[in-house]
C-alpha cells in the first residue's frame, strides 16, 4: 500500500470503483414472448445465447408471457401505457402486425433488413406480410408448415396404399380407409384446427393469386369460385373427419393416429415431434405428404420479431442487435433446432434436421423457388372477420349441408362488407 493511504480510504476506493464498474455495464434488456416451456424454451435460449454472443454490450433476458398472440398484445398494451416497452417481442404476421403499425408503436426495421439482405433471405411470402406501406416491420423467425398431412404409415403400409397426390387419389384413399375398419382423419376443437384444414381446397380451386385475393376482401365469400372451394373441404375433409373429434384438443386427437385408429391427420409439423414423444419412428411409423391441390405451394406459420421505440438508446439497440442476430444463421439454427421448426432464413442447410425436418425442409425450399411459401391464411384477415372463419366453419364441419354451407358463406360475406366500409382494415396483400 502506498504510504499516506489508509486502509479505510483504500476500501472506499475499491467500493466506488466497483459501483462506477457496475454503472457503465450495459442493462439488460428483455425479449418478451410465449416460449415458456420445453423445446420452445430451449430454442429462444439458443437464440439469445447466439445474440449475446455476438453483442456483449447488450445482453437481453427473456420475459415470458403466459398463453399466445392475445395474451402477448394485451401485455404489450399494458407495457406501452406503463412505459414499460420490451426491447423486442414475439408476434403473428399479417395483421397482428399491422395491428401495431396502425397505432404507431411499431418500429420499421428496414435498415437491419437492409443490412440483412433479407429479400435474398426470406420468402417472397413472408416479406409480404410483415411490409405495410413500403416499410418493414418484422423479421421472420421460423416456419411450421400446416398444409401436410401426416399419416400413420402402419396402416398405408399394411393396405398397400400409397400417399395420394390428387383429390382423386385421396378420395380412393379415404374409402379404403373406411372399408378396412379404419377412421379416416383426425381433427380436433376450436377456432383454429379445422380452418387450417382449409387452406388446400382453397389454393385448388383458387390459385395463390385468389388465396390472397379472398385475404384482401376482394373476393365475396359466397361467390362460385369460393364455394367451389368450401365445397371440396366438406368432401375431402369434413365427410372423413373421425368421431366426436370437436371434443379432442390436437395432441388428443394425434393420439388416436398413435394408437392406429385413424389413419391421417392435417396438422402442423410440431406433431412430429409429438408423435416421436410417444414412441412413434419418422419414416417407419409415421410420415407426411402435402395435401393435394397445392400445385408446389406450402403453407406455413410464422413467428416473427419486432420492436419500437422505446425512448432508451441502449434498449433500442439491443432491440436491433437482437434482430440481427435472429435474422442470421447461426441465431435460426440456434433457434429452430429445439424447436422442430424450418428456418425463415432459405439459406441455411438442413444439417439441423431429422428425417421429417429434412423433408419439410426440401418441401419448402421447392416452394420456394416457385414464390409459393404463402403465409396462414387467418392471419392475413381482419381479426374479427378471421375469428368469425375459425369459428363458423368448425360447427358446420361437424354437420355439413348445403343449406348449412349457404348460410355460412352469407353471413362471411355480410362480414365481410361490413369491413370493407372502413378504409384500411383489410390489408392489399
Known sequence: MKPGITLAAATLITVCASGIAQAQSAPTSEVWTYWGSGSELAAINGLMAVSNKMYPETPIKQRSISGSTTEMRQALQVGFLGGNIPAV???ALGQELKNFVDSGRLAPVDDIWQQVKGDSLFPKGLARVVTFNGKHYGIPLNMHTVSNIFYNKQIFDKLHLTPPKSWEEYSAVSKALKNAGYEVLANAGGNNWTAYNLYAPLV????????YRLASGDMPFNSPEVRKAFVLFTEMYAKNYMKDWSGYTWSSAADRLVQGKVAMYQMGDWVAAYLKEKGMQPGIDFNFFPAPGLSGATVVQVDVLARAETGNAIKNQAGKNF??????AEGQRAFNGPKGSVTANMTVDDSIYDTIGKKTWGE??????????????????????SEELGNQIAAYAQNPSPEGLDAMLNSLEQQRQTLK????????W
Do not use: H, I, M, R
Open 421 to 428: 366500409k372502413d378504409e384500411g382494415v383489410f390489408v392489399k
Open 323 to 328: 434482430l440481427l442476430a435472429a435474422a442470421s
Open 364 to 385: 419448402l425450399q421447392q416452394s420456394n423457388q416457385l414464390q409459393k411459401v404463402l403465409p396462414n391464411f387467418k392471419f392475413l384477415l381482419p381479426v374479427e372477420l
Open 89 to 91: 417481442w414475439q408476434s
Open 204 to 211: 385448388s380451386t383458387l390459385g395463390s393469386d385468389g388465396y
